[in-house]
């Protein structure tokens, strides 16, 4: 992917140097702001690099515009690490839903908010599940700027013990129910051809592998780490971990529907 592109006129990606099994070719910052306006936000700063922060002002630089504000979709370092420095670096507050990620001087966000930027808004929606506190942010052309609760390439994870399936799946709901015109991710490219295909796809994901742990509950008791090697078999070891916070998520879901029982010893079997 190109270092820095153009989206359209309210936003331009800006790809921080941190690629990796999990933030695939790194994490994408995005500078939003209305053309000619000479205002700007940041939304997920990534990782605090130097070069980053180059690339960013040389956005702002070439937009003309000024920083007002650093928003963080969620708390993960990836996303969030720079927002503190930045914030003060620009002398502008941090927005995020954790108050620990907006610290002090910062804003705590209110899902169904709008944020006033000289010559446009955006909409802050909730869509917890990947992380408690995550948000996404919809610009007025449509666009959703959806953090890790959709990625450019494969799939996204519950995350565990902090993720929540049920509010996963209800956030899905949430973002496919705005008809975005694209979504604008937090790894990998934007997604611009049928948002709403690939958010009714992930949705599809997330009940195939919850009847993949059913299927194999079927023969028998297993382990996290035994359900983890056969229904990821396919996928490289280093996202294992992150697969085993994602099946651990998916039968917290199960238990809380009583149809899989924790048994001794890191064992789950059908209820
Ligand atoms: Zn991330």
Known sequence: ???????????????????????????????????????AVVVDPGPAD???????????????????????????????EAAAPWGRRFGVPVAAADPAVAGPGGRVLTPGERLPLAGTTLGVVATPGHTADHLAFRLESGAVLVGDHVL???TSVVTHPEGDVLAYLASLRRVHDLGPSALYCGHGPELTEDPQAVLDFYLAHRAHREQQLLDLLADGPRTVGEMVAEVYAAVP???????????????????????VVPQAAGVFALA
Do not use: C, F, I
């Open 50 to 80: 130097a070069g980053h922060l180059a690339a960013v002002e040389a956005v702002l630089t070439t937009r003309d515009a000024r920083l007002v504000a650093v928003l963080v979709t969620h708390h993960h370092g990836d996303h969030a």
């Open 1 to 39: 992917m190109p270092r820095t592109a153009e989206l359209e006129p309210l936003a331009t990606r800006v790809l921080a140097p941190n690629p990796s099994p999990m933030t695939l070719d790194g994490t994408n910052t995005y500078v939003v702001g209305a053309a000619g306006s000479g205002q």
């Open 152 to 154: 450019g390439r494969g």
């Open 237 to 259: 070891r280093e996202v294992w971990p992150a697969a085993a916070q994602s099946t651990r998520a998916t039968l917290d879901k199960l238990v809380a529907e009583q149809r």
